[in-house]
């Protein structure tokens, strides 16, 4: 890997680093990585890959390091992620990977990793009021009444509650994240490279937050 910006945004899921991933790309012009995005269109695309990871999504598990790591490493030695650097979202999400992906990075270092933070309690509530266009991935936000049938106003998709949205799901992933994703603030805290950043506040607030410290690099 050559040039670029090199970001890791970590986050518990729902803390709106999906969406602040996506404005941030096309800020500093960098590819948006997400590894559930992969996996979700392996599922739809029914490949080896989707057929082999398709339980694991539905039940909020994690999909195995080997598995993950290979994907990621063949994503980032593509021309754009060489050329212009790479915005990670949703990996690295063990210690295993965050080694995985210091040994694909190096020679280029990571710029930034950001925690992104956000208390569970708030997750939860906007993660089981969340709602994505089946064709687009918009993200909707489901009030106290619903529509239906809910049409994506971009582009006019089915508006659905993603599978692992369920209140089981999203225990399990939020319990995962602790366990398993939580040992990574340690790890990028010891070699000082992690940037805690508040994820409650609007959208701009947190944008603004964002690009404070990722310019600061
Ligand atoms: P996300 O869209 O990031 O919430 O990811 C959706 C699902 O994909 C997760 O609940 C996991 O099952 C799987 N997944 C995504 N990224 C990873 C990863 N880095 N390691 C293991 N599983 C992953």
Known sequence: MSKGARIVLLGRQGSGKGTQCVRLSRHYVVP???TGDMLRAAVRENSLLGRSVVDVLGSGGLVGD??????????????????????????PRTVAQAEALDDIADGSPLNAVIDLVVPREVV???????????????????GPVVPSP?????????????????????NRRLDLYESQ????????????????????????????????VIDSR
């Open 32 to 34: 948006h990585i997400s």
């Open 66 to 91: 080997e598995v993950i790591i290979v994907l990621v490493r063949e994503r980032l030695g593509k021309a754009d992620a060489r050329r212009r650097g790479f915005l990670l979202d949703g990996f």
């Open 124 to 142: 939860l509530e906007r993660l089981s009021a969340r709602r994505v266009c089946r064709d687009c991935g918009a993200n909707y936000h489901a």
């Open 181 to 212: 994703t939580a040992p990574l603030i340690e790890y990028y805290g010891a070699s000082n490279r992690l940037f805690p950043v508040d994820g409650v506040g609007s959208p701009d607030q947190v944008f603004e937050r964002l690009t404070t």
């Open 150 to 170: 809910w049409t994506c106003d971009t582009c006019g998709g089915d508006v659905v509650q993603r599978e692992d949205d369920t209140p089981e799901s999203i």
